[in-house]
């Protein structure tokens, strides 16, 4: 299994809480949310990581320096890191060929490491994270539920369904799930939808698939937030890093 994280936008609804750097440069609790990502991955079993980098990506380089992982990590750079984030997914297809299985994660997310544990340790072969716990109103990507099924992903969703909770922004693919998302991301980018964030065409692909092709854990209870507003990363060290877990001193293995 190998991890995708997308990096390469600025941030720039961070101001000055950004400080100028890539979002996954943000520390919390005395580290960037680079290292968090790579130690949490690698104690959960995934030792294959592959990064898109834009925006200074030159410093993205120095933190993976740092910490130990130079060439350990492999690094995708996206010029036009300033369009939508469906062209850092186009940017990656070539870290998901030959892979059984693929984690394809946003990386402005501080979470606790069992939320990775449930990803990777989940029996569904395509599953995304679902959080009960959600904020109204348009900003949160929901996961819409019918049936016990995933029947809408959006933020503004218009299926019908029973509930919604809030999308992590990690998602593990399977060989096939993943080669159909890159097909549909680089049909994005050749018709001109540049512009557009790689969930839309994941949307389109859950809404096209069966059924029971794509399911969902429900992490509800576990810390964990997204980095998009200066609030986000107040809250974020204030809320979140108090409640975060040690890792085990097991590793947990993932296929």
Request: hydrophobic share 40%; with cysteine.
């Amino acid at each position: 299994m190998k991890a995708v994280i997308l990096a390469a936008g600025r941030g720039r609804r961070l101001g000055s809480a950004g400080d100028e750097r890539p979002k996954i440069l943000l520390r919390f609790g005395g580290r960037t949310l680079l290292q968090r990502h790579i130690e949490i991955l690698e104690h959960c079993g995934i030792g294959s990581i592959a990064m898109v980098v834009g925006y200074r990506a030159e410093s993205v380089h120095d933190e993976i320096k740092r910490i130990g992982r130079a060439g350990q990590v492999q690094l995708i750079e996206n010029p036009r890191y300033a369009e939508g984030s469906v062209v850092s997914l186009w940017s990656a297809a070539a870290a998901f060929a030959g892979e059984r299985s693929t984690l394809l994660m946003d990386g402005d997310v501080l979470y606790d490491w069992r939320l990775m544990q449930r990803l990777t340790q989940s029996h569904r072969a395509n599953c995304l994270l679902m959080d009960r716990n959600i904020e109204p109103g348009e900003e949160p990507v929901k996961l819409c539920i019918a049936a016990n099924r995933i029947v809408d992903f959006h933020k503004r969703p218009t299926i019908d369904h029973e509930f919604h909770g809030e999308s992590v922004g990690f998602f593990r693919l399977s060989a096939g799930i993943g080669a159909a998302l890159l097909t549909g991301a680089a049909e994005y980018v050749a018709s001109g939808r540049h512009d557009q964030e790689y969930e839309e065409p994941l949307r389109d692909l859950i809404l096209a698939s069966g059924p029971d092709v794509f399911g969902y854990e429900d992490i509800t209870g576990l810390p964990w937030a997204e980095i998009d507003f200066p609030l986000d990363v107040a809250r974020a060290r204030k809320r979140v890093v108090p409640r975060l877990t040690e890792m085990a001193a097991t590793a947990a293995g993932a296929g």
